[in-house]
């Protein structure tokens, strides 16, 4: 460790993590061990977040219902992290079951709240069971917390409160447009609510909109599990590769862009884990908050259906077989996030590459396979 370090990102260190000044005391960087709940933690990006709070050295209560994910994946964060979170099953929707909760656990620090149905299309069809699930849920958990005076949430939000943004990349400042669908819905309303509770009951929070997160974890131990066929394009692309689906439909090469396919910013969902730590760490900080920060998770730059399928075809030594559909209802066009302002208040970054995501990715669906 270098002295005189004041703190900046060292590039042969992991996103977020700093070395410790010593030519001037800073408490901000006195490590505390914080007691978190982490909603949704044995579902995708939460079980990552989980990895990530764990190898940080806190603690970590997960609550999930399972409608979505499996208890073996606390077995999974074990091998990885040498700790087994402790997980208790039950549905954040049951009022009683989560101020329960709350009053069982004493001295948490905050709330990681990933918990929804996330579905696009289900909740076209569906759209009361995802009003339900997903609002409901948060509604419980910001009453026991102000309750119990737990002060901190980060929230999962995305980027789909944008729709298509009239300039890009985008902004925390991009006026947000009427969702498409039910679940984006819910995530608007779930900000609005946030922003208007969290000033009455002294709870501090984060939102972090997320662009589009794939790929698994380097050790192929955890990773996205979708139920039946997928809708998002990565497991798509994996399972068609290794013989689960025939084709994968590449929706739509007629858009303006440079291969006429739709651009994502695409993330890996370590980077988007990290993300979580650094937020939560910052809340526990701060003094004060006016109202929830509100910050963009992306890496700042967009790649095509196309360019993607092509990382995947170089890391894995494949061809795909995918054939080019008509576009699919409500898609949008293009986005990608401008990702400064994650950058200069929480000192985050993404840094995998769109070859690591997708070869993590491959490596996962491998995994699941050889199981
Ligand atoms: P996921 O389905 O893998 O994880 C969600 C977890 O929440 C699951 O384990 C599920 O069992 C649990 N859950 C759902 N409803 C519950 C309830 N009422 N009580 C208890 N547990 C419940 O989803 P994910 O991809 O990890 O997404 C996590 C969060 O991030 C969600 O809020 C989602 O809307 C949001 N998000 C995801 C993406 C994405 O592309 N994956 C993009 C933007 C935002
Ligand atoms: N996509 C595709 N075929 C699929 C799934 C997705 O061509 O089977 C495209 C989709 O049209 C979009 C991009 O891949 O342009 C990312 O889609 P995904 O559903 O993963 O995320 P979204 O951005 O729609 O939430």
Redesign the pocket.
């Known amino acids: 460790m270098s002295r005189g370090f004041t703190g900046e990102k060292s590039p042969d260190w992991p996103t977020g993590v700093y070395k410790v000044s010593f030519s001037s005391v800073n408490l901000d960087f006195k490590f505390r061990r914080l007691k978190i709940l982490v ?9 990552h977040t989980v990895v990530e709070l764990q190898q940080k050295g806190h603690e970590v209560v997960i ?7 499996s208890a073996g994946v606390i077995r999974q964060i074990g091998k990885i992290t040498g700790t087994e979170p402790l997980l208790e099953v ?4 049951d009022r009683h079951r989560v101020e329960d909760f709350f009053g069982r656990h004493a001295g948490l620090d905050g709330v990681i ?6 579905a696009v299309g289900e909740s076209v069809q569906k759209p009361l069971d995802y009003y339900r ?2 609002l ?2 948060l509604m419980n958990i910001l009453e026991a917390m102000h309750q119990q005076r737990v002060l901190h949430l980060v929230f ?5 409160v944008y729709g298509q943004p009239e300039s890009l990349p985008v902004t925390e400042e991009a006026p947000l447009q009427k969702a498409l669908s039910p ?1 984006g819905n ?2 608007r309303i779930s900000e609005e609510m946030i922003a208007d509770y969290a000033p009455l009951s002294g709870i501090k929070a984060v939102l972090l ?6 790929g698994a974890h380097p050790s192929a131990l955890i990773g ?2 979708p139920l039946g066929e997928p809708n ?1 394009l990565l497991p798509y692309i994996t399972q068609t590769a290794i013989g689960k689906r025939a084709a994968l439909s590449v929706f739509g090469a007629d858009y303006n862009t440079p291969d006429g396919t739709a651009i994502r910013d695409y993330i890996h969902v370590c980077d988007l884990a990290n993300a979580h730590v650094l937020a939560m760490e910052r809340l526990s900080k701060l003094q004060q908050q006016q109202k929830p920060e509100v910050f963009n998770l992306g890496t700042g730059h967009g790649n095509s259906v196309l360019e993607v399928i092509q990382s995947f075809e170089r890391v894995s030594g494949l061809k795909l077989n995918y054939r080019i559909t008509d576009r699919r209802p409500g898609d949008i066009e293009q986005v990608w996030a401008d990702v400064s302002l994650a950058e200069s208040v929480l000192g985050w970054k993404a840094v995998s590459s769109l070859d690591e995501m997708t070869r993590s990715a491959w490596n996962w669906e491998k995994y699941l396979a050889s199981q």
């Open positions: 909603s949704g933690g044995t579902g995708y990006i939460g079980s609550v999930d219902n399972l409608c979505n994910s039950f549905d954040l929707t709240h990933f918990a929804a149905f996330k699930n997903n409901v849920s999962s939000s995305s980027c789909t679940y819910t995530k909109r997320y662009f589009n997160p794939i996205e599990l998002n």
